[in-house]
């Protein structure tokens, strides 16, 4: 290749690189900022994100009246930017707190976005939250549950997932009920990572049941990533608790599974705090072995042609996975800060935030089982519930608990394999 | 000493054969061209994609799986030798240092491309449950990968210290220009070391497989693992990898059991600073 070759390569791509601008200037594009794990441990969780967000722009941006009234479905792109396109910038959080801060930042000020929308791991949460507050973007959260998110008086983060005091409330009760019901309960082992999700969901729950006046009988703390379990599996089979709480991500949960069997332990009842054990490739990697582990979760699926069920199966087209309760609140809360921007009627941030101040989602509007969309001053959205799911048959988490939308009585004890 | 103690002892051995098992191929390519394979733990991660294509493909467990992944991977060195290391061996250290971990990612990220981000598992007992002895557990996927270790970590040791090929290496390990007046070709010489080393690290990969999970991304975690066996062990020495393989693993679960997980760490780091103080060799390197 000579130099009037490359010379000519070089105009024609810049001439194309003109183009393409030049069409982008004519189409009304919203940017909304994504911060994920997409690749790092917890990669699984960043590749069903992004088919979720596909799914979400899908819903968003083409008309959808199979959906009904679903917020946003109705007719192409936003209505209130004159049919201008949601258009997702994924940005890789590598797992790593200080990568998620300088994607933040990149998002905020190289790409422009309207609002970031991340990230998954509490920890990474924390700090690139920090960045759009900083800048004045707002920045919705969807499933990081460290109860001190919205504790530090920001005034652009929204959060709109169940957070550990909630759920931490959830099995405190469910532990009762089943109490009731002849379980031992007595004495609660937690066992969680040394993450930020670890760490402070381990808290809150250990906070929760002292002031029950059950105060935690063991703490197992590991370091995430762990290459082995076996010292934490036989501490756990030395000290012999009722109920073992597991708050772990997919690796070292399906590491646990694994060593569990071959240590040949079984609590009475292990109940899972989301996070790992709902991730898709858990129940395919270890469900037959973990068969009877109790998880928390929001996300139950709607008779057929309700909103709910027609995502899950566009959800299963566009990635062979079934919806789990991670994707799912994920893709609520990207419908909740896509809704709110449709209010404002404009990518100003500050018009974006008000609007999401002022938002007001019914049960029948959402895709998920939360009692609503409302948030508190901080930011916190105070109508997220949850429900207790069971991996009975080892493939299928089904609703146990509470009673009112249960599919089936939980099983007791835990049958592992 | 409670009962307990003794599996805590017993599942730490084994943990730590296996630790030395996917180590002895860095140690190798070190001890034979003084390169710091960064693509280590990837090769590890390649060694388990390859027993569990072969276990969805043909059915079976490991004696089919690990013989096939020790192949490929040995395939694999040979074609890295030869496309990479030959060249980023004369430049400087960066080179080294970027080139293999160019490499690392170039694996990793085609797996993830391939097989997509989810965590894959082989069926659980697929070597055969767990022998059970007086109330002592082993698993047997375990145990094998813990006998597999012991062997090759011997085998190696032979074919470097008792064969002609093993003398031949070390002559190009020693000095390259003067083993090639010899009439010994030092990049033949060179490919097989890679071969070997490959190929025992894709053998681990396979035994491991067994009882840990398959993710992309696997690499990262096993590869530290190795870098702190092989330092610790003496860099290049393939027994001292086993001793310190061994010591690291008894370390680790014995101070998780006793102190607390996030605290094992710790301790085997503490230990790792106080060898590169007092004995920057290693265990058994030479100085």
Known sequence: ???????????????????????????????????????????????????ALDVATDIINNAHPELGSFPLAKNAGLAGLGGAKVEVVIADNQGNPATGQNQALRLITEEKVAAVFGAYQSGITLTSSAIAEKYGVPYLNSESVAANLTERGF????????????????????????????????????????TEYGTS??????????????????????????????????????????????????????????????????PAVLLADDAGYSDPSFTKAVGKISQGVFNRSSWVVGPSGSPSAIIAGMYKKKSGEDMDDTVARQMQGFF??????????????????????????????????????????????????GAIIQLQDGENYVAVWPKANAEKAPVLPYRGW | MSFVLVQVIVGGLLLGAVYALFSSGLTLVWGMMNIVNFAHGDLVML???????????????????????????????????????????????LAQILGTFGLALLLRYSVFWWFGANFLSMPPNIVGGTYAFAGLRVEASRLLAGVVALLVTFGLHLLLTRT??????????????????????????QAIAWAIAAGATGLAGALIANFFYIVPTVGETLGIVAFVTVSLGGFGSVPGALVAGLLIGVIESLSGYLIGAVYKDIVVYLLFLFFLWFRPQGLMGKS
């Open chain 1, 336 to 385: 909740v800060l896509a809704e709110a921007i449709d209010r404002a009627g404009s990518t100003d941030p500050a018009k974006i935030q008000a609007a999401l101040k002022a938002t007001d989602l019914k049960p029948d509007q959402l895709m998920i089982g939360y009692k609503g969309v409302k948030f508190d001053d901080k930011g916190q959205n105070i109508l997220a519930s």
């Open chain 2, 47 to 93: 060694g388990m994609y390859v027993a569990y294509v072969v276990y969805t493909l043909m059915g079976g467990g490991p004696i089919l799986g690990a013989p096939l992944a020790t192949l490929v991977l040995a395939t694999v060195g040979v074609v890295v030798y030869f496309a990479l290391i030959r060249d980023i061996m004369k430049g400087p250290m």
């Open chain 1, 155 to 194: 005034k652009w983060f929204f959060r709109t997932t169940p957070i550990a005091t909630d759920f931490a409330k959830i099995y405190v009760d469910f532990l009762a009920d089943i109490k009731a019901q002849g379980a031992r309960t007595d004495s609660v082992a937690l066992v969680h990572d040394n």
């Open chain 2, 164 to 189: 002609s090929l093993g003398s031949k290496m070390l002559a190009v390990a020693e000095d390259a220009t003067a083993a090639q007046l010899m009439g010994i070709r030092p990049d033949t010489m």
């Open chain 1, 1 to 51: 290749m000579n130099l009037k070759h490359v010379t000519g390569l070089l105009c024609a791509a810049a001439m194309s690189l003109a183009f393409a601008s030049g069409a982008q200037a004519q189409d009304k594009v919203v940017k909304i900022g994504v911060i994920m794990p997409m690749s790092g441990g917890t990669a699984s969780i960043g590749a069903h994100a992004k088919a």
């Open chain 1, 201 to 266: 969901v381990a808290n809150t729950i250990a906070g929760a049941f002292k002031e029950k006046g059950q105060p935690i009988a063991l703490d197992v703390a590991y370091p995430v990533n762990a290459t082995d379990v076996q010292g934490q599996v036989l501490q756990l089979k030395d000290k012999k608790p009722d109920v073992v709480i597991m708050i772990s991500y997919t690796s070292d949960a399906i590491l646990f599974a694994k060593t569990m069997q071959s240590l040949d332990y079984k």
